[in-house]
């Protein structure tokens, strides 16, 4: 007595939709292999930097102006030569600040690269 559906038949109506699913995961798999974001690299450690004052675009050349000097946060980080601002840069943290309010045309605050440790906060 037959019933109609030889083994073969009927495994294969159940595997091809597990085959067709397990394609479909591969599809969807590789769809977000390219457009999953690599993972980022780790954060570089933070460049330590230091502030210089450009006397030639500094307003206080010709003029006055100690914006810089009132915002500083870092106490003894600039003095005045000549009312011309100064950096320390054994003190000068590297924020930033005087660059960021510095009113010149040209703005007379440069960040660079810090070559030298700044001077421990105790010491
Ligand atoms: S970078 Fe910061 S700490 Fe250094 S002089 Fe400018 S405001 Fe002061
Ligand atoms: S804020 Fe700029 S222009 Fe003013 S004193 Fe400082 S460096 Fe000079």
Same mark, same amino acid.
């Given at each position: 007595m037959s019933s109609g559906f030889s083994r073969r038949g009927l495994f294969s109506l159940f595997a091809r939709p597990l085959k067709a699913s397990g394609e479909t995961a591969r599809a969807v798999g590789n769809a977000f292999a390219g457009t999953t +974001?690599?993972?980022? +690299? @780790?954060?570089?450690p933070p460049v330590p930097m230091v502030a210089i004052i450009q006397g030639r675009h500094?307003?206080?050349?010709?003029s006055y102006c100690s914006v810089c000097i009132e915002r500083c @946060?870092? +106490?003894?980080a600039m003095n005045t030569v000549q009312m011309i601002p100064m950096i320390v840069p054994e003190i000068c943290t590297g924020c930033g600040i005087c660059q960021q309010v510095c009113p010149a045309p040209e703005n007379a605050v440069l960040m660079l690269p810090r070559r030298t440790s700044p001077a421990p906060p105790d010491a």
């Open positions: +974001p690599a993972e980022a +690299p @780790p954060a570089a500094c307003l206080a050349l010709e @946060p870092e +106490p003894g």
